[in-house]
């Protein structure tokens, strides 16, 4: 599943019996992960997701997972590398920060959106904080954050 759009669940917990629709849950994996907000139950393997993202975007992500040109890969694994260079308190260090900016932008010049997210799903493949991309890359291509 994508970190780009959010996933609505359709059921409710079955422990405390909450309606998990309202909670929004950013997923990072292809497996969805998700606990109760109110009760802390794993309720990862009883949720039915409902999946809003367009089919364009799920392609996307299929593509990331197989056919990148060389010169994305090496990007998807700078971006991975970058994106995990955090001081201490977790921040991201200032001169990765530029960086990721930088490569943002020449993903933008380079293919737009689509070669960012494209890029993006693959440094989530690759273990990279696709979080931190989201955050630095917000403004580029219209990005939102
Ligand atoms: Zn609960």
């Known amino acids: 599943m994508g970190v780009f759009s959010k ?3 359709k059921n409710k917990c079955p422990k ?3 309606d998990l629709s309202t909670v929004s849950t950013i997923v990072h ?3 969805p992960t998700a606990k109760c907000p109110q009760c802390d139950t794993d309720i990862t393997n009883k949720l039915e997701f409902l999946d809003t993202r367009s089919e364009e975007e799920k392609q996307i992500e299929r593509d990331a997972q197989s056919a990148l040109t060389a010169e994305e890969e090496k990007l998807a ?3 991975s590398y ?3 260079q955090q ?6 260090l200032p001169e990765a920060k530029v960086d990721i900016r930088k490569l943002g932008e020449y993903l933008c010049a380079n293919g737009g959106t689509n070669r960012m997210k494209k890029v993006a799903y693959r440094v989530q493949t690759l273990g990279g904080d696709v979080r ?3 955050i630095f890359w917000d403004g580029i291509c ?3 954050a």
């Open 7 to 9: 996933l609505f669940k």
């Open 16 to 18: 405390c019996g909450l």
């Open 29 to 31: 994996s292809s497996v």
């Open 77 to 79: 694994k700078k971006l």
């Open 82 to 84: 970058l994106s995990c």
């Open 87 to 92: 001081d201490e308190q977790g921040r991201t």
């Open 132 to 134: 931190t991309l989201q």
């Open 142 to 144: 219209g990005w939102m």
